[in-house]
């Protein structure tokens, strides 16, 4: 069964402003990119990276699109082969193998459609109307932050990227456009510590946080 890594590095980093595409910014020694390919390629049998334009192709490095979600889907598009599809965002170089192999397993035994490394949410969140005014306090017991890893049925997956591009321009992760299909989606209990790597505070973040695992 092919376990297919995609990874989504084609953004330009605008928030991070590096200079570079983000998932090239140095992050403790390496491209930022490095520490998730490492992690990915140990658990995957192919990788394929989605990069910005101006930036080397090949079988597994295809041109990345307008927004992420194009991106993904371009990705899998070079990958037919794939069966399971575990989609990694560049920008968080905290993933571990552990993870990856989790999000797998819980799509390979066949109940989920899809499975996304998610944290229990620590902050209360609120709904707030234009204006200001909150309008409920939602529960938090019920409440993860997704991350990813997130791993997909590829057929299914292929399917959901076929939504149109305004789905696909408004989708901040790909389980939702599985679930915008009747998918059945599933949480991967993960570490807060999984960051995703947007602005110069999470860069530094990260470093210390790769640094101190590197100690370990
Ligand atoms: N991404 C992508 N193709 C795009 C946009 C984003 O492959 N057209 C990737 C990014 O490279 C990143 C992930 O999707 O790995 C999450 O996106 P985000 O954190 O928003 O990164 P950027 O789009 O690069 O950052 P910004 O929005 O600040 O420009
Ligand atoms: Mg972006």
Do not use: Y
Not at 145 to 164: C, E, I, N, W
């Amino acid at each position: 069964m092919a376990v297919v890594g995609i990874v989504p590095a084609a953004g330009r980093g605008e928030r991070l402003g590096a200079g570079v595409p983000k998932a090239l910014a140095p992050c403790a020694g390496r491209p930022l990119l490095e520490w998730s390919l490492e992690v990915l390629e140990g658990v995957c049998d192919r990788v394929v990276v989605a990069v910005a334009p101006g930036e080397p192709l090949g079988p597994d490095r295809v041109r990345g699109g307008e927004v992420r979600s194009e991106s993904v889907r371009a990705a899998l598009a070079a990958a037919p082969e794939a069966r399971i599809a575990v989609v990694h965002d560049a920008a968080r170089p905290l993933v571990t193998r552990e993870l990856v192999e989790a999000c797998v397993a819980a799509v390979g035994g066949g109940g989920w459609d899809g499975a996304v490394a998610a944290a229990p949410v620590s902050d209360t969140v609120k709904e707030v109307a234009a204006g200001g005014r909150v309008e409920r306090t939602l529960d938090r017991r019920s409440l993860w932050a997704v991350q990813t890893p997130q791993a997909f049925r590829a057929d299914v997956l292929r399917r959901a990227l076929g939504a149109g591009a305004a789905a696909l321009a408004a989708a901040t992760d790909d389980a939702s456009l599985v679930e915008a299909i009747g998918g059945v989606v599933g949480v991967v209990e993960s570490s807060p510590e999984n960051i995703k790597v947007t602005r110069e505070i999470d860069l530094l973040l990260a470093e210390e946080l790769l640094r101190a695992r590197a100690a370990c």
